[in-house]
């Protein structure tokens, strides 16, 4: 090449490396004023710290989210209007163990009438994630899982993890839309929720930050778990695996039990299971309740 032809080169690939450095600021600008917002004494809050997160504490933290005010940072702050609720995330500690069994991915018209039967027979109250069904006979379940006092809780609209976690603004126009489905079939406005696969999974971890603050920030308290039941580690789990999965996974620590299982199409085998379930966590001296905003939740490190 001539002397001519490398000034050139040179020329363009300097300015190629401007724009990318230029880019690259204004990227992170605005993510680092995003997160100067909710951040605080000027560092995001490090809930990886927190395995086992004490009432207190997780009150703390739910409390300053929640009044932080980082409305025009990003438009999908000053959108969806229906998705913010009161929230006092007063988290109580509780006398004894308690145990919250938890079904998502419900309702499902063979599997959740089971599963509330078994509830309604034991006295056990529960919390139902759902996910968005228009049939008459699902819309009639989210109804009783309400008449018969359990906490019906979002779980999502569409469970597409590829759709929901693209991007902030996708996530939220799933959960609006099953939130207006529960609230127009049952007259409750949920206020918990469940991430569709907890609330860091390999499909979010791009967001999940700005994603769980932005939840909070609007008022709303989500449950990771701390005992799953393996029933949708494959297609068909045992009923003596998912029971003993359960029983193993509460007989360890003396920490309240948020158990992890699901009521979607094809568990029929964790509706089999739910009465050895119960039958065993009474006799380790647990007691049993729905999901409320007393609670304090079980979270995967933010
Ligand atoms: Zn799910």
Known sequence: MTVKQWKQVITISVIVIIVVLLALTIFFGIRYSHYANLSEEGSIIDLSEYDDIDTREATR??????????????????KYSSLYVDNDFNFVDKEGKVCYLTFDDGPNKNVTPQVLDTLKKYDVKATFFVVYRDGSAERALYKRIVEEGH?????????????????????????????????????????????????????????????????????????DWNVSSGDASSSRVSVSTITKNVLNGCSKGSDDKIVLMHDG?????????????IEGLKKQGYTFSGLDNTVAPAMFGF
Do not use: C, W
């Not at 933290?61 to 000053?78: C, H, P, R």
């Open 151 to 223: 906490t019906l809780a979002v779980h999502t609209a569409s469970h597409n993890y590829t759709k929901i976690y693209s991007s902030v603004d996708a996530y939220l126009d799933d959960f609006e839309r099953i939130t207006k489905q529960i609230e127009s079939t049952t007259g409750i406005k949920p206020t918990l929720f469940r991430f569709p696969g907890g609330s860091i999974n390999s499909y979010n971890m791009e967001i999940y930050r700005e994603l769980v603050a932005e939840m909070i920030r609007r008022g709303y308290v989500y449950y």
């Open 61 to 78: 933290i739910f409390k300053y989210f929640n009044s932080v005010d980082a409305e025009g940072t990003f438009d999908y702050q000053s």
């Open 265 to 277: 199409s094809g568990h029929g085998n964790t509706a089999d299971a739910l009465p050895g379930i």
